[in-house]
């Protein structure tokens, strides 16, 4: 069946960090790939997708870009603020399959 | 605002009881889903409906039932209520239901069972 493996967290970062997290996947088909985000006690807001093999998402200075060959599809930030701290949810969805969600990473940025 | 809207937004009732969460899709949306999150188990899909049809079930337990009504509007019913459903339970809609769309999530409905 299909899966979503994220790194653990808590990630903590300094303000200006560069930022990485890793999500990988396992799905028949040819999966569109996401990254919703959960600020505090607020519901999944959509950060970015992809579509298709190469196809880079982007929002909000977050990029991530869908990669066949490594079944990846890392989220990366050049600069974090503290206002980035949040849990950022890795998702796919292949055919009429509902979201297969990752188990979440939660960002915290310090000043 | 995503343009799904779900209420109630809170909701505290007892163990035993019935409750039932409600959920209007973004205009245009034929296709609503249901979500639960709770702390240990993570993001679950509960049940999918396209157009009034049930499409797909994930791990929705028998207690559970949902609909999806002629106006697309969805409901989820919640019965024989007991301590572990307390959770955030979340709707959304998309279009079409397929791959290359985009999900919207409402903002939840925090159910407390006491």
């Known amino acids: 069946g299909d899966s979503v493996t994220q790194m653990e967290g808590p990630v903590t970062l300094s303000e200006e960090a560069f930022l990485t997290i890793n999500c990988t996947y396992t799905a028949t088909g040819y999966p569109s790939l996401f990254w919703y985000v959960q600020y505090p006690g607020e519901g999944l807001q959509l950060l970015l997708k992809?579509?298709?093999?190469?196809d880079k998402g982007s929002n909000k200075g977050f990029e991530a870009t869908y990669r066949k060959e490594t079944t990846s599809f890392h989220l990366e930030k050049g600069s974090v603020q503290v206002s980035d701290s949040a849990v950022y949810f890795c998702?796919?969805?292949?055919?009429?399959?509902?979201?297969?969600f990752g188990s979440g990473t939660r960002l915290q940025v310090q000043p | 605002d995503s343009g799904v809207t779900q209420t109630p937004k809170h909701l505290i009732t007892a163990t035993g009881q019935r409750v039932t969460l409600r959920c209007s899709p973004r205009s245009g949306d034929l296709s609503v889903y249901w979500y639960q999150q709770s702390l240990d188990q993570g993001l679950q899909f509960l049940i999918q409906y396209y157009n009034g049809e049930e499409r797909a079930k994930g791990n929705i337990l028998e207690r559970f039932s949902a609909q999806q009504f002629p106006d697309l509007h969805s409901e989820l019913n919640l019965s024989s209520l007991e301590l572990g459903d307390s959770a955030l339970y979340f709707c959304?809609?998309?279009?079409?239901?397929?791959?290359?769309?985009?999900?919207?999530f409402g903002e939840g409905s925090w159910l407390t069972v006491v």
């Open positions: 959304a809609s998309s279009v079409e239901g397929v791959a290359g769309n985009t999900i919207y």
């Open positions: 992809a579509t298709k093999a190469d």
């Open positions: 998702a796919l969805m292949a055919g009429r399959r509902a979201l297969t």
